[in-house]
């Protein structure tokens, strides 16, 4: 136990040191953005891949997330502040999302009518000069990619706006600090930790189909440097159908993204939970973005997890 609890101080510790190095030498790490030519391009586009899912990123995150939780249990008003900053960015995002549900039922009609009456074979489109011209079932397929933006970027959106399922065993017959009290629990030991291992496993189940040599979360830095000699992109475009929709690399950078933004609903979940449980029943919802909804019984959002 002791060891454990000197390795955590040590890597908070550290972390202020990472954090320094990476703004002074931004090149180390972000130099493959502007090419990818040189032998120190590929060391730093394999140095990006493990910084994304590393210890290193872990114990800032986790220094970071101690620094603002500390300045806000002592001064609330920011802690409120933060809070609306964590909700506004999953409100936000799930309401832009959301507008891809339109997108994929307008294209379904697109497809339908111009297959069934007009018998046309392929779709071509070019507003600005580019045409971009695909097979209608590349179309159909890409409503896929329409449903995952709706599933994995309002998640965070849906669980804000308390439309979420939770199988309630005890919740209900508890005093309110006691609802608060399950909540705070649940965001720490279930959601924020489930959110970090999931975004180990999705960090590198994006970059395993972006280049080669594949990286892998057990290799360390050293090991991934040495494979940047043969560092190449592999983006992957194959699809279902050889005429289908081949761009299967998106639905990796939206698990990336959607863990990214679990991990923050979880955490304004607790500091939603935490100051609503100091300031009592009257803080309850407090500068809640609650969408509007013609049934009054349905305005106040979900409790719990």
């Not at 002074?24 to 060391?43: C, N, Q, R, T, Y």
């Not at 300031?279 to 997890?305: K, S």
């Amino acid at each position: 136990m002791l060891d454990f609890i000197v390795w955590v101080l040590a890597g908070i510790a550290g972390s202020f040191v990472d954090v320094v190095q990476a703004l002074l030498h931004p090149a180390a790490w972000l130099s493959w953005i502007d090419g990818f030519d040189s032998p120190e391009d590929k060391k730093a586009l394999m140095r990006f891949v493990y910084y994304g899912a590393s210890k290193e990123l872990f114990f800032v995150v986790l220094t970071a997330i101690l620094i603002v939780t500390g300045i806000g249990m002592w001064r609330r008003p920011f802690l409120w502040r933060v809070l609306g900053v964590l909700e506004g960015i999953g409100n936000t995002v799930g309401r832009t999302a959301a507008w891809a549900g339109l997108v994929m039922v307008l294209q379904q009609i697109m497809i339908v009518f111009l297959q069934r009456i007009f018998r046309v074979s392929e779709i071509s489109i070019g507003p600005f000069g580019y045409v971009f011209t695909k097979d209608l079932s590349w179309y159909a397929e890409e409503l896929k990619f329409y449903n995952a933006i709706v599933v994995t970027l309002c998640l965070a959106y849906t669980f804000i706006q308390g439309g979420h399922v939770r199988v309630d065993l005890v919740y209900a017959g508890v005093g309110y600090r006691a609802k608060k009290a399950i909540d705070m629990f649940g965001s720490l030991f279930f959601m924020l930790p489930m959110a970090t291992l999931l975004w180990l496993y999705s960090w590198f189940f994006l970059w395993r189909h972006l280049i080669v040599p594949n990286p892998s979360a057990s290799d360390a830095l050293d090991k991934l440097l040495l494979k940047s000699r043969a560092l190449r992109w592999n983006v992957e475009t194959i699809g279902f159908s050889p005429n289908g929709f081949n761009a299967y690399f998106l639905f990796k950078v939206l698990l990336v993204l959607m863990v990214a933004m679990i991990f923050l609903q979880g955490l304004a979940f607790f500091y939603r939970s935490w100051l609503e449980f100091v300031e009592g029943p009257e803080a309850e919802g407090r500068n809640l973005d609650h969408d509007r909804n013609e049934d009054p019984a349905a305005e106040m959002p979900g409790e719990g997890l």
